[in-house]
């Protein structure tokens, strides 16, 4: 099933500057792609449950539970610069 698609327009359209072998290698690879998303759009799906995994997962996330914080002075003693109980970080934005 051949599906008609001009690499070059979109190669322009996504300003990249590819060669005639380029355009026509990346027009091959993309043919093979679209058949073959294609063929599996045509397969019958009918009665199947979607999922957003082909394996069943269970949530693997650790239960959140409330922890003791580190201590404030102690972490701030490890900090190069700091000002009556916060962090002092260089000036990263620019006034216009």
Known sequence: MPIDIDIAKVARLARLGLSD???AAYGSQLEDILEHAA???ALPTEGVEPTAHPLPMVNAHRSD???PTLDRE???A???D???GF???PAFLEDE
Do not use: I, S, Y
Request: hydrophobic share 45%.
């Open 39 to 41: 063929r599996v759009q």
């Open 74 to 76: 102690e972490v701030l």
């Open 65 to 67: 539970e409330v922890e």
């Open 82 to 84: 700091h000002v009556d």
């Open 87 to 89: 962090f002092r970080v």
């Open 78 to 80: 490890q900090a190069p």
């Open 21 to 23: 072998d380029e355009l």
